[in-house]
Nanobody, 124 residues
């Protein structure tokens, strides 16, 4: 059983910053790619950012490129999402995800383990 626990959500004004964290329960955290999705009210879940198991490769949705960054700290089983220059359209529930296949740079983001989510609200 994989448990992913997100934290760091909240209310922020447009132009502000927030940092999300996700702690994973398994000792093999370092072997898996990690990522973040989000879902706004009335919209489908969308991929936001991902980081490879080695940390050497990152990927971002076009809508957040240049504003968000993703990093991981294997010693703490934690992945982070730093969000800068937030916009009202970034308002959503943010979910941490973990890949199901270890030690590979090929990630099926459609088949991952999910956390419970943390709410981010950006006011205008």
């Amino acid at each position: 059983q994989v448990q992913l626990v997100e934290s760091g959500g909240g209310l922020v004004q447009a132009g502000g910053s927030l940092s999300l964290a996700c702690v994973a329960s398994r000792r093999t955290f370092s072997e898996y790619a990690m990522g973040w999705f989000r879902q706004a009210p009335g919209k489908e879940r969308e991929f936001v950012a991902g980081i490879s198991w080695s940390g050497g490769t990152t990927k971002f949705a076009d809508s957040v490129k240049g504003r968000f960054s993703i990093s991981r700290e294997n010693a703490k089983n934690t992945v982070y999402l730093q969000m800068n220059d937030l916009k009202p359209e970034d308002t959503a529930n943010y979910y941490c995800v973990r890949s199901k296949s270890p030690l590979t740079d090929y990630v099926r983001w459609s088949d991952v383990y999910w956390g419970q989510g943390t709410q981010v609200t950006v006011s205008s």
